[in-house]
């Protein structure tokens, strides 16, 4: 009998499920919400109303596109953490109560091993070659950078992280200094697809395999604010090579520590991760390592790498099948690192989902 699970995403501005059955994903629905837009970052109150408001249409709509019956369900997925605790809290408790209701289990999920796991996903009529282990995956995203060595799909490392601000962070903020809308990762790729990388920024030199990104937004800043006292239309007239720049900047960071890691482990296997993995100068970048360091790449597809429910059905499936589920007395957490399968929440720099 096929297995049926159904899946839950809160952990920060987006609400999203999914349903997976038999290796496929039936559907992934995602509300993004706008009301952040105006704040130029997500507001943690704001964002776990929204997630109140839309938790059951977002759920309904999921039920109906992947064409099953609730009954049909065998599990309900959550994302127990790591995310905004308001926003985790609303999805947490639906899935408790959704489980209980219908007398399922529940799976909980780590939101990171879930940006990994995404590469496993399926969907209807495909056949996608997936990593081997162990393989090094990237995950980039707005409130996380890490090197993750995955040893199997529960036992991943994390041997490289950002010592202050996340990839994607870097690309809001820089946004953000340029008047873009948030967030803004995405409007800098798109500009900088019509532009050059022209300008030099300064770039971080961290030991080891960690990242430092907040040096290259205050460098940034500085930057323009000395070209804008010469010539007050400088962002105006050089937007499109300011993005290109600056995407080229912390593309270079990333891939310099992501190859230094392959080196010091010897794997060939790569992979990318997260909301900073839709961006079209990482994925080109990465891709070509195939072709100048003979990598096998993997590179996840487009509608997985911002936050969604379908990265928390397949890793909820993995446990699934290790009958590895939780009780209602489970609550979400805001912070934690995973290490073994083990989680450690005292030794943490790692950040919340928050982002300003
Ligand atoms: O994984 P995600 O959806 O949420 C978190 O778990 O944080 O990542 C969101 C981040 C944001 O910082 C957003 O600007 C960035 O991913 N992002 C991009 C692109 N699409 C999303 N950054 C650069 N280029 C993109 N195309
Ligand atoms: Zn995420």
Redesign the pocket.
């Known amino acids: 009998m096929p297995v049926y699970i159904l899946a839950i995403e809160s952990s ?1 501005d987006d609400t999203s499920a999914a349903v997976f059955s038999d290796n496929t994903m039936l559907s992934n629905i995602v509300a993004n919400q706008q009301v952040h837009k105006d704040f130029g970052g997500v507001v943690p109150e704001l964002a776990s109303r929204a997630h109140q408001q839309n938790i059951i249409p977002v759920i309904s709509k999921a039920l109906v596109t992947a064409k099953i019956d609730k009954k049909m369900l065998q599990a309900v997925a959550f994302t127990r953490g790591p995310g905004l605790l308001g926003s985790l809290l609303v999805g947490t408790s639906f899935a408790k109560a959704f489980a209980m209701g219908l007398n399922i289990p529940l799976i909980e999920v780590n939101h990171l091993q879930a ?1 990994v796991l995404a590469h496993f996903i399926q969907d209807q009529g495909e056949i996608r070659k997936v990593p081997s282990f162990p393989f090094l995956c990237l995950t980039v ?3 996380h950078t890490q090197i993750v060595l995955v040893k199997d799909h529960f036992d991943m490392e994390i041997i490289g992280q950002t010592i202050d601000d996340a990839a ?2 870097a ?2 903020k820089a946004a953000k200094i340029l008047g873009l809308p948030y ?4 409007y ?2 798109k500009n900088a697809k019509s532009g050059n990388h022209v300008f030099q920024l300064a770039k971080p030199s961290i030991p080891g395999l960690n990242y430092s990104f907040s040096g290259l937004k205050t460098s940034f800043l500085y930057f323009l604010r000395d070209k804008l006292k010469e010539n007050p239309q400088f962002i105006e007239e050089n937007m499109n090579n300011l993005c290109a720049s600056m995407q080229k900047a912390i593309i270079d960071i990333l891939i310099d520590k992501l190859l230094k890691a392959a080196k010091q482990y010897n794997i060939r296997e790569i992979a990318i991760a ?3 993995s ?2 079209s100068g990482l994925r080109d970048t990465v891709t070509r390592l195939k072709q100048s360091h003979g990598f096998n790449v993997y590179i996840p597809q487009f509608q997985y790498t ?2 969604n429910a379908a990265m928390i059905a397949i890793a909820g499936y993995f446990k699934f099948i290790k009958g590895d589920f939780a009780d209602q007395s489970m609550t979400p957490y805001s912070r934690g690192e995973f290490s073994g399968g083990n989680w450690h929440f005292d030794k943490l720099s790692v950040k919340t ?1 928050k ?1 300003k």
């Not at 967030?183 to 995405?186: C, K, N, Q």
């Open positions: 920060c940006h995203s707005g409130g994607g962070e690309f809001d967030p803004g990762g995405p800098i790729d997260g909301g900073v839709a961006n911002t936050d989902g982002r």
